[in-house]
C-alpha cells in the first residue's frame, strides 16, 4: 500500500480511492494514513474524510453482507460453535449502540452482526453514525499530530507515521484476542 501512494503521490483523486479501498484492509491505519497524508498536503482534507469515512462505512456493510451470507448457509451455522453464537447474541442484545462502539474495536462485531440477523437499517444507520463520528475524531486527532510531526521531523515524520500505522494494527489485534479470551472465560466460569 506504502508503495501505491508514493506512486500516486500528487494525484489527490487516486489518493482517496485508494484511502478508500485501505479501509477493507485495517481503518484505522487508512484513517492514520490519510491524516498524514493531508498534513503533508498532499490531498485535501475534505477529501480525505469523504473517502476515509465512505471506505469506513461501506467496508463494515461489507462484513455484515459476508455474515448474512454465512448465516444463511445451514453448512456454515453447523461449524459455528454454540456458545461463541451465544456471545455474540448477549452482546447484541445489550443494544446496537454498545455493539457499534465495541466493533470500532472488534470488526467480527459486523459479521455477527448479519449473522444474528440484526435489523439492517438499524445496523446501518448506528453504524453510519459511529463510524463517521469515530472517524473524524480519530482522523482530526493524528492530522494535529502528523503537522508537529512534520514541522519537527520533515520527511522523516514518515518513519513515525509508520510506526504507528504498525502500533494501531498490533494494539488491535491484542485487545481482540485479550476480548475473546476473556469472553471465553467468563463463558466457562458461568457454565460450571
Known amino acids: 500500500m506504502e508503495a501505491l501512494i ?21 481503518e484505522e491505519g487508512a484513517i492514520v494514513a490519510g491524516a498524514a497524508l493531508a498534513a503533508a498536503g498532499e490531498i485535501g482534507t475534505t477529501l480525505a ?15 455484515y453482507g459476508i ?45 455477527a452482526s448479519g449473522f444474528l440477523r440484526v435489523d439492517f437499517r438499524r445496523f446501518a444507520i ?25 514541522d519537527l521531523l520533515g520527511n522523516w515524520a514518515w518513519l513515525v507515521v509508520a510506526a504507528l500505522v504498525i502500533a494501531a494494527v498490533w494494539l488491535s489485534h491484542r485487545f481482540t484476542v485479550y476480548y475473546f479470551a476473556s469472553s471465553k472465560d467468563e463463558g466457562d466460569g458461568s457454565g460450571g
Do not use: C
Not at 451455522?77 to 472488534?106: I, N, S
Open 6 to 26: 508514493e506512486q500516486y503521490l500528487g494525484n489527490p483523486l487516486i489518493l482517496a480511492v485508494l484511502l478508500f479501498l485501505a479501509n477493507f484492509v485495517m
Open 49 to 63: 474524510l469523504v473517502a476515509l469515512v465512505t471506505g469506513n462505512i461501506v467496508s463494515d456493510w461489507a462484513l
Open 67 to 111: 455474515g448474512a451470507l454465512a448465516g444463511s448457509s445451514p453448512l456454515v451455522r453447523r461449524w459455528v460453535d454454540g456458545k461463541m453464537l451465544e456471545r455474540g447474541r448477549h452482546l447484541l442484545d445489550r443494544g446496537v449502540w454498545p455493539a457499534a462502539l465495541l466493533a470500532r474495536l472488534l470488526p467480527p462485531i459486523f459479521m
Open 126 to 150: 448506528v453504524n453510519g453514525v459511529v463510524a463517521a463520528v469515530y472517524t473524524v475524531a480519530l482522523f482530526f486527532g493524528a492530522f494535529g499530530l502528523n503537522l508537529v510531526l512534520f
